[in-house]
């Protein structure tokens, strides 16, 4: 019984941990702050990589993850990973991104159905897909605000 106990306090602890600071983290309201969230890890990179931001239902980051690092011109997405990560994080929100080396910001038709695939399986989960931001040093492109969804 007091091992139970102390399972149950090491565990509620944990948790309390891994929320502290959630409240501290800006809500994410634009394409301009997804954009802000991902540059670092995306704008000079020389091949692609593939990144999702979960967010809670207030829009505050619970997690980034990237998913897939790719060549030149193409990354793969594995939509069972993403969801995989979402559902483990309790996210109600997604915001994904990808970087084009190529420095054009123009959604090729793979983007365009890979955001339709995403929008479509994240209905099943009652995650809302918020954007897909492409980016390329200081410019990107955003799907939320062309209103491709």
């Known amino acids: 019984m007091a091992k139970t106990v102390k399972i149950k306090a090491a565990l509620g602890l944990a948790s309390r941990f891994s929320t502290e600071g959630i409240l501290d983290r800006p809500a994410i309201q634009s394409s ?44 793969v997405v594995d939509l069972r990973l993403l969801f995989k990560r979402a559902l483990e994080l309790n996210a109600t929100a997604i915001i994904m991104a990808h970087n084009h080396p190529s420095g054009n910001l123009t959604p090729i038709a793979s983007d365009r159905n890979l955001t339709q695939r995403v929008r479509k399986a994240a209905g099943f989960f009652d995650i809302k897909l918020l954007d897909y931001v492409i980016l390329s040093g200081k410019k990107y492109f955003s799907f939320a605000d062309k209103q491709l969804f």
Do not use: C, P
């Open 32 to 75: 301009a702050m997804a954009f802000q969230f991902f540059r670092d890890d995306l704008s000079t990179l020389d091949h692609e990589q593939f990144w999702v931001l979960y967010l809670n239902r207030a829009h505050r980051s619970v997690g980034k993850l990237q998913l897939s690092k790719g060549g030149i011109a193409e990354t």
